[in-house]
T-cell receptor, first 118, second 115 residues
Framework: DQQVKQNSPSLSVQEGRISILNCDYTNSMFDYFLWYKKYPAEGPTFLIS?????DKNEDGRFTVFLNKSAKHLSLHIVPSQPGDSAVYFC?????????????????FGKGTLLTVNP | NAGVTQTPKFQVLKTGQSMTLQCAQD?????MYWYRQDPGMGLRLIYY???????DKGEVPNGYNVSRLNKREFSLRLESAAPSQTSVYFCASSTYRGSNTGELFFGEGSRLTVL
């Protein structure tokens, strides 16, 4: 059972336009959501995150929106640049308490390949 | 600044052979993770170690064992490799919630092929 779903395997946009990547989740215990970016032959790198107490978080060209009632989040990239071409993973974590403190236990979606054409 | 270092980067095994993937982080992080990435499957958690001295199963632990050797190092062992374990393996580390934005720091990956 896939708890984090990215239903679009790929997306192609023109340079300068908006890219919108979508993600849905099913687990109500998730309270923290993240987007990672991955280039070929490299490890994923953190892009932006949002807590369940917020509905929007912005960092430069990147904005993440969270709709808790719909269990849906989206990543907006404006304006899109050719260097943004990569696989984008949506990830989610419940509150995860250990003996030493709370931490993250991420469940990832399958990823969306974004291609930004010059 | 090395971050998360994985070795080896590439390995070819025959079915039934054993091997260990090594991972070390120099960021003084408490938690470490092993993920595998397969085409069309995203990243799936194999095992994690919330803190030194503890390990727990993730989503796909069968066929693997792990050792949290110390705070820096977390190894993944395949005792008897199978073709289904052909994958790219990523090690990651993180520190506690509240002290960072939630990011896991990933290594560059280890590409394993089992023939």
């Amino acid at each position: 059972d896939q708890q984090v779903k990215q239903n679009s395997p790929s997306l192609s946009v023109q340079e300068g336009r908006i890219s919108i990547l979508n993600c849905d989740y099913t687990n109500s215990m998730f309270d923290y959501f993240l987007w990672y970016k991955k280039y070929p032959a490299e490890g994923p790198t953190f892009l932006i995150s949002i807590s369940s107490i917020k509905d929007k978080n912005e960092d430069g060209r990147f904005t993440v929106f969270l709709n808790k009632s719909a269990k849906h989040l989206s990543l907006h990239i404006v304006p899109s640049q050719p260097g943004d071409s990569a696989v984008y993973f949506c990830a989610a974590s419940p509150y995860f308490l250990t003996e030493s403190g709370s931490n993250y236990k991420l469940t990832f979606g399958k990823g969306t390949l974004l291609t930004v054409n010059p | 600044n090395a971050g998360v270092t994985q070795t080896p980067k590439f390995q070819v095994l025959k079915t039934g052979q054993s091997m260990t993937l090594q991972c070390a982080q120099d960021m003084n992080h408490n938690s470490m993770y092993w993920y595998r990435q397969d085409p069309g499957m995203g990243l799936r958690l194999i095992y994690y170690s919330a803190s030194e001295g503890t390990t727990d199963k993730g989503e796909v632990p069968n066929g693997y064992n792990v050792s949290r050797l110390n705070k820096r190092e977390f190894s993944l062992r395949l005792e008897s490799a199978a073709p289904s374990q052909t994958s790219v393996y990523f090690c990651a580390s993180s520190t506690y919630r509240g002290s960072n934005t939630g990011e896991l720091f990933f290594g560059e990956g280890s590409r394993l092929t089992v023939l």
